[in-house]
């Protein structure tokens, strides 16, 4: 599928020739750098075109004052194009010790250089904060995230959408003035409103809160749920989405965690129906470390790297499947995907995915309606290091590997629909296939955990099966209309 306006890469792709030189020697040693990612995160064989670049969480450029020095001095034009080269674009980054003068470098960096200008706004609570500010209703009760105390829970009918946009629009102006076009804005909101940790309870014991809600909202937390979903995906489109709009018309806009869901297909097999206009849908698919202790208990064997493998390949799978597969005509999905995401530093469970396994995944997650990536992949500096540069930059890499890949099949990638939504049921043998369909052509890729290939059957056509070998390394077949499967 193309994208309406999301930059070029030529000046950068030429720039990015001369400043490579020879090729780096692999041996050296990996730090936070440019030169480190360059090294390790490999060229692109196929142009991006029209598509979205990846988008990275981490990369190694400052964020503050001194990104005007490196603008001045050429040094940040020729980290673009090395990055640019890789199928990888830094964002303009506000949050964290950002600074105006250092997003407006960073912009107009992109922007000369004929190359997407996407922006980051990394606050959790953009809504909660600017919606309910001057809300004068709450209901009381403790709070699951914060050790069960107790809390002023906004009545969320109450929300403010003016009050939110006015901040999402004053945060962008300044790129607005400065002539610098965005071609995506993306959020990372995770806070108010949901109905999750104590809400539910704080709104439905609140006398005040009580008849703010249409009649029944309140009687279970199904309703309930699904009532704030609605109001959410309202808040999301008309504070953050038409903000971006006005100002950037044929920009893009995401939020972190964002997803569809359906009756028949529940995202996650959980929640509750749920559509989203004018947002890029960006499923969060992290190799979680918090997600092990829950699935292997007391009970369970030890967990091992083997298992952590298979196990997140299935949860990562199922999260993407079951939000693509209710994504409407037109819409673009971005996941958020991780390869290791260490928040439970237990090291009994301090287990990511291998490289060969989340590369794997990452081929299914193009095949399922995948239009671009938001590879979160940590690295920044901290103590303790759990997530290396190497890892980082490796994570990177096993995305723009698989995209590369795809690429050599671009037609069935842009214009291709996906066959397969379905997800196995965990096990050592876990077998799966996904698939594009163009015209009288599929394009299917197979995968097994077992030792051995195993036989995977599948109807590409009506009335036509074809019967495809799944080795462990995983394999990719042509299938045509009325002739035998062709391994690629």
């Given amino acids: 599928m193309a994208f309406p306006m999301v930059g070029r890469f030529g000046t950068l792709l030429l720039l990015a020739v001369s400043v490579l030189g020879a090729e780096p020697q692999p041996a050296q040693e990996t730090k936070w750098d440019i030169e480190s990612l360059a090294r390790i995160v490999r060229p692109m064989r196929n142009p991006l075109g029209a598509r979205l670049p990846l988008l990275l969480w981490n990369f190694p450029l400052p964020r503050d004052d001194s990104l005007a020095k490196l603008r001045d001095s050429g040094e940040l ?186 009756k028949e297909i529940p995202f996650e097999g959980l929640r509750p129906p749920r559509a989203l206009d004018k947002l890029v849908l960006m499923p969060a698919a992290y190799a979680n470390t918090v997600d092990l202790p829950r699935h292997f208990k007391k009970d369970n064997e030890p967990v091992t790297q083997e298992r952590a493998d298979r196990f997140y390949f299935r949860s990562l799978l199922f999260t993407v499947s079951t939000c693509n597969a209710n994504k409407r005509t037109g819409q673009l999905s971005m996941p958020y995907l991780s390869r290791y995401c ?56 096993d995305i723009r590997a698989a995209l590369d890949e795809w690429l050599d099949q671009r037609e069935f990638l842009e214009k291709g629909q996906p066959l397969n939504f379905a997800v196995p049921e965990l096990s050592a043998e876990m077998t799966v296939w996904s698939g594009l369909r163009l015209g009288e052509r599929c394009l299917i890729r197979v995968f097994t955990f077992a030792a051995q290939p195993a036989a995977v059957e599948i109807e590409a056509f009506p009335d036509q099966k074809a019967k495809l070998e799944a080795p462990p390394q995983g394999a990719t077949y042509l299938v045509a209309k009325g002739e035998a499967p062709k391994r690629l």
């Fill in 342 to 397: 260490p928040d439970n530093p237990d090291p009994r469970f301090l287990f990511g995915m291998t490289s060969p396994v989340f590369r794997e995944l990452a081929r299914h997650v193009w095949m399922r309606g995948a239009d671009g990536v938001y590879v979160f992949n940590l690295g920044y500096p901290t103590k303790p290091q759990l997530v290396t540069p190497a890892a980082s930059f490796e994570s990177i890499e």
């Fill in 77 to 262: 034009r020729k980290a673009l194009a090395l990055m640019s080269q890789r199928g990888v674009l830094p964002t303009v980054e506000m949050g964290w010790e950002w600074t105006p003068a250092g997003a407006l470098a960073m912009g107009r960096t992109l922007q000369d250089a004929g190359a997407a200008v996407n922006i980051l706004i990394p606050q959790a609570d953009m809504l909660e904060a600017t919606v309910y500010k001057d809300c004068t209703v709450w209901g009381e009760g403790p709070d699951a995230t914060r050790r069960n105390e107790k809390r002023k829970w906004p009545c969320l009918p109450l929300a403010n959408p003016r009050a939110g946009a006015e901040e999402v629009r004053k945060r962008l102006m300044p790129f607005k003035e400065a002539g610098i076009a965005a071609a995506g804005v993306w959020f990372d909101d995770e806070c108010l409103p949901h109905p999750w940790n104590g809400c539910y309870e704080s709104q439905r014991d609140s006398a005040l809160c009580k008849p703010h809600y249409p009649a029944g909202v309140l009687d279970n937390f199904g309703r309930f749920n699904e009532y704030v979903y609605a109001l959410r995906s309202k808040l999301l489109a008309e504070v953050l989405a038409d903000p971006v709009c006005g100002l950037f018309p044929k920009a893009l806009a995401g939020n972190y965690g964002e997803f569809v869901s359906s």
